[in-house]
C-alpha cells in the first residue's frame, strides 16, 4: 500500500513568483509519480509524471518536478507563476508494473490550493 | 476523439433512491476506475476494472456497486443513495504503466 501527504494544503504567492508545491510519498515497493492539477469546476489534468530515468521532470505550463528516492519526496516547481495557475494540485502514487501495482488505481494526496496573488 | 465523459452532470436524489453513472471512453485502454472527491480529502478510489467483465474493490467501497459489460464502459451504481454520498465523482481510464485520463465529474448531491 502507499500514501501520499502533500504538507500546505493552500499556498499563496505573488504573480510572477517562484513557487514549490511539496509532496511526500511511503511505499514499500517501486512507484510511479504524477501531479496532476483542477481548475474550478473541471476534471484533473496531467502536469507531469515520473515513470523511469532522469529524477528531474519537464511538465506542461512550464511546472518541473524532483524525484527524490532517498526522501521519498516529489516537489512541484514553477520558476514565475501567473494568475492562470490558480488552481487546486494534486500528488498522486501508483506500485510500478514490474512491483505488480499499476492497475489498482492512483493514492492521491488531499491536494493543495496554489492562490496566486496580482 | 472524446477522451472520457461521463453522464449525468449534475444530479440530486433523495435519501434511499436509485441511480446509474455511465462512464465511456474511446481510447481502448483496459483499466478503468471510479473515484470520490470530498473537500479537503482528494480522490479516493471506489471500485475498479481491469478488463470487460472484470471488477474490483478500491479504498471506499462501501454503497456502491460496478459492472463493466463492455470494454469501453464502466457503470457505478447507487442502491439506496444516503446524504454520506454526496460528492463529485470521477472515472477514469489508462493502460498499464501510464497516467490515468480523467472524466470531467459529476456533482451528486444526496438530500
Known amino acids: 500500500a502507499q500514501s501520499v501527504t502533500q504538507l500546505d494544503s493552500q499556498v499563496p504567492v505573488f504573480e510572477e513568483a517562484p513557487v514549490e508545491l511539496r509532496c511526500n510519498y511511503s511505499?514499500?515497493?517501486?512507484?510511479?509519480l504524477f501531479w496532476y492539477v483542477q481548475y474550478p469546476n473541471q476534471g484533473l489534468q496531467l502536469l507531469l509524471k515520473?515513470?523511469?530515468?532522469?529524477?528531474l521532470v519537464k511538465g506542461i505550463n512550464g511546472f518541473e518536478a524532483e524525484f527524490n528516492k532517498s526522501q521519498t519526496s516529489f516537489h512541484l516547481r514553477k520558476p514565475s507563476v501567473h494568475i492562470s495557475d490558480t488552481a487546486e494540485y494534486f500528488c498522486a502514487v501508483s506500485g510500478t508494473m514490474y512491483s505488480g501495482g499499476g492497475a489498482d488505481g492512483l493514492t492521491f494526496g488531499k491536494g493543495t490550493h496554489l492562490i496566486i496573488q496580482p | 476523439n472524446a477522451g472520457v465523459t461521463q453522464t449525468p452532470k449534475f444530479r440530486v436524489l433523495k435519501t434511499g433512491q436509485s441511480m446509474t453513472l455511465l462512464c465511456a471512453q474511446d481510447?481502448?485502454?483496459?483499466?478503468m476506475y471510479w473515484y470520490r472527491q470530498d473537500p479537503g480529502m482528494g480522490l479516493r478510489l471506489i471500485h475498479y476494472?481491469?478488463?470487460?467483465?472484470?471488477?474490483a474493490k478500491g479504498e471506499v467501497p462501501d454503497g456502491y456497486n460496478v459492472s463493466r459489460l463492455k470494454k469501453q464502459n464502466f457503470l457505478l451504481g447507487l442502491e439506496s443513495a444516503a446524504p454520506s454520498q454526496t460528492s463529485v465523482y470521477f472515472c477514469a481510464s489508462s493502460t498499464q504503466g501510464t497516467e490515468q485520463f480523467f472524466g470531467p465529474g459529476t456533482r451528486l448531491t444526496v438530500l
Open positions: 481510447m481502448n485502454h483496459e483499466y
Open positions: 511505499s514499500s515497493v517501486s512507484v510511479y
Open positions: 476494472s481491469v478488463g470487460e467483465g472484470t471488477t
Open positions: 515520473y515513470l523511469s530515468g532522469s529524477t
